[in-house]
């Protein structure tokens, strides 16, 4: 008979790269000012990968970490989960990341749910846990969106930044730190936020023609987003309060995708949530989309703000459009 666990989180990891771009910078650029960019979104700088930074890079630095703070080994584990919109490899960068750990024993895939990616990452890897598959899952957030960004467009530009996060979760007999969770998905909004592949027609023989081409820089309703998120990120964490009978009073911290400190603020006015219960670094890494709810986790853990038992209500939105809620405890 299938053993039922629960979930501990007990590591996590960050890594960015080094060169920071400001908004001063960035109005060199494009049509822009410092003045705009943070009244309007809260961000002043963003950090971005160089040529020769590489996704796997980022995503096994932020994992080597949160292997170390869980005193966990590389050998130990047995599944690694990379939610992530930007691979080096369309085949999936897991198994890279999987290499570079040396954990040899794991299976490793690539999950796509763009900046709602680690919380639906978190609730795959909880599954395996939960039915007893498997004992010790990495889950790593890692985005380099500005190999995709419309440098050229300021409405998107400004946003994005690189980075990645990562968490160790295994299982336990003791208290399930995975408290509720709820996911949505809607096709229906696609167009307002999307990284598309183009195909033109290619003819092969015969009358046989396929589709090839390249993908598309991000192009986004920036108004269409912003209004869906502040509906129905709130939502979401009602849901997953609800199925883990916690009342918002309960929160600790309130951790949303690091998306516009504008949506932060909304989300917490609409759920009653005081501003010093909201964990915020976009000031200094913009929308690191998969990667922004773990590298902010994992500033707030290693700062002390974040103490062990912590009730953390975590939520992703984004393309899709997809979003999501989990109420987890941190150790
Ligand atoms: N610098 C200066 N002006 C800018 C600008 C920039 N970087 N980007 C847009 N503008 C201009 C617009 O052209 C517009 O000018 P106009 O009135 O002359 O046409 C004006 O600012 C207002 O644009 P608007 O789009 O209404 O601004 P906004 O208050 O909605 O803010 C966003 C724009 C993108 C910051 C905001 O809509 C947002 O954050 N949306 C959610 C996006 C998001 O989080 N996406 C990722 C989800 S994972």
């Not at 990891?13 to 920071?20: E, K, M, Q, R, Y």
Request: aromatic content about 6%; proline content about 3%; hydrophobic content about 45%.
């Amino acid at each position: 008979m299938v053993q039922l666990s629960g979930i501990a989180i007990t590591g996590c990891g960050s890594a960015v790269p080094n060169v920071a771009l400001g908004n001063d910078g960035m109005s060199r650029l494009v049509d822009t000012s410092d003045e705009w960019i943070s009244t309007r979104t809260g961000i002043r700088q963003r950090r971005l990968a160089d040529a020769q930074g590489s996704l796997r890079q980022l995503a096994s630095d932020a994992a080597r970490q949160a292997l170390e703070m869980a005193a966990v080994q590389a050998t130990d584990v047995d599944l690694i989960i990379l939610a992530t919109s930007t691979p080096d490899d369309l085949f999936g960068t897991a198994s890279q990341i999987q290499a570079e750990l040396g954990a040899t024993r794991a299976a490793a895939f690539d999950l796509t749910a763009a900046c709602s990616g680690f919380v639906f990452g978190l609730v795959t890897a909880a599954q395996f846990i939960r039915t007893g598959t498997y004992r010790t899952i990495v889950l790593i957030g890692a985005d380099v969106l500005s190999r995709w960004t419309d440098w050229s467009d300021r409405r998107t530009c400004v946003l994005f930044g690189d980075g990645a996060g990562a968490i160790v979760m295994q299982s336990t007999s003791e208290r399930d730190g995975l408290l509720g969770f709820e996911l949505r998905s809607d096709g229906n909004q696609n167009n307002c936020l999307t990284l598309a592949f183009q195909p033109q027609p290619h003819h092969l023989v015969d009358d046989i023609a396929i589709g090839q081409g390249s993908f598309q820089p991000i192009a986004m309703n920036g108004q269409e987003v912003y209004r869906f998120a502040v509906k129905k990120v709130p939502e979401v964490i009602e849901k997953a309060l609800f199925r883990a009978h916690l009342s918002v009073e309960q929160i600790d911290w309130l951790l949303l995708h690091q998306a516009n400190q504008r949506i932060l603020d909304a989300v917490a006015q609409r759920l009653g949530i005081p501003d010093e219960k909201v964990i915020s670094n976009m000031a200094q890494y913009g929308n690191t989309s998969a990667a922004s709810i773990p590298l902010a986790l994992d500033e707030v853990v290693r700062s002390g703000r974040v103490q062990p038992g912590d009730v953390i209500a975590a939520a992703g939105f984004g393309a899709g459009l997809t979003w999501g809620a989990a109420i987890f405890r941190w150790r």
